[in-house]
């Protein structure tokens, strides 16, 4: 059987963990968190999977290790995690919201809360996870900043950028970075089967891609046999990014 949607979803994520090296994997959501162990898995030995309370786990959840919850908020300030967040809206300059919708004042949807995202932007490496690419998430302008963006780090000067690292996006369309010289948003590759006018009909602000853009690296056979048969055998992943 080809690969779907979602199984390219899942490579895409594990790639953004590719040359971290021994830091910690912080991956929030299924898409992302098959990403992490497929990583570890296959090109990523060195990375450290964690429970999210206090245990290091391998990539079967099996537990190799002790890591309360200060050490691993050392980790965070130190630099030395790699969270891969969600967002209920993300702007060009990848300024990420996750709190309310509408005026701050009197928003009209409550959602998660700022929580650790200002920390973790501006402290360890940070890329983003969005199932459902729509012009409600990528917007022209965030309501609330959570995340901290290219844009907004800038402005606040060296204590910001210092290390600020927003790397990636990855939606069930395509993958996304800011490696531009505006640090604005662009596309590093489609998925198969989206097109650049689908894309843009889907993104709430301008973001070409080439007529013939980088096609999203197709799985191979064993990471295939991995992701079916070990780490998400039950099939999961295909709820979460439709066909």
């Given at each position: 059987m080809n690969p779907t949607r979602a199984e390219y979803a899942v490579v895409a994520c594990a790639e953004t963990w590719r040359g971290d090296g021994e830091v910690l994997a912080a991956p929030m959501g299924l898409i992302?968190?098959?990403?992490?162990?497929?990583?570890?898995?296959?090109?990523?030995?060195?990375l450290l999977l964690t429970d999210g309370e206090a245990l290091l786990l391998d990539a079967a959840g099996e537990v190799e290790g002790w890591l309360p919850y200060?050490?691993?908020?050392?980790?965070?300030?130190g630099g030395r995690r790699h969270v891969m967040?969600?967002?209920?809206?993300?702007?060009?300059?990848?300024?990420?919201?996750?709190?309310?919708?509408?005026?701050?004042?009197?928003?009209?949807?409550?959602?998660?809360?700022?929580?650790?995202?200002?920390?973790?932007?501006l402290n360890n490496p940070t890329s983003y996870w969005v199932p459902r690419h729509s012009p409600r998430v990528f917007v022209e302008?965030?309501?609330?900043?959570?995340?901290?963006?290219?844009?907004?780090?800038?402005?606040?000067?060296?204590?910001?950028?210092?290390?600020?690292?927003?790397?990636?996006?990855?939606?069930?369309?395509g993958v996304f970075d800011f490696e531009t010289a505006d640090r604005t948003m662009r596309?590093?590759?489609?998925?198969?089967?989206?097109?650049?006018?689908?894309?843009?009909?889907?993104?709430?602000?301008?973001?070409?891609?080439?007529?013939?853009?980088?096609r999203t690296r197709e799985p191979g056979a064993a990471e295939l046999r991995l992701i079916r048969t070990v780490l998400d055998p039950e099939g999961l992943r295909e709820r979460e990014v439709r066909a």
């Open positions: 992302p968190s098959l990403g992490a162990r497929l990583a570890r898995l296959t090109f990523a030995p060195d200060r050490q691993h908020l050392a980790l965070v300030t967040m969600g967002a209920s809206q993300l702007d060009r300059y990848g300024n990420q919201n996750i709190s309310c919708i509408g005026d701050w004042h009197r928003p009209t949807r409550q959602l998660l809360g700022v929580r650790g995202a200002p920390v973790n932007t302008r965030v309501d609330m900043v959570c995340g901290v963006g290219h844009d907004r780090a800038a402005a606040a000067g060296p204590s910001a950028t210092r290390f600020h690292d927003v790397r990636r996006v990855v939606s069930d369309l596309v590093r590759s489609l998925h198969p089967g989206v097109s650049p006018a689908a894309l843009q009909e889907a993104t709430g602000f301008p973001l070409p891609a080439p007529a013939d853009p980088p």
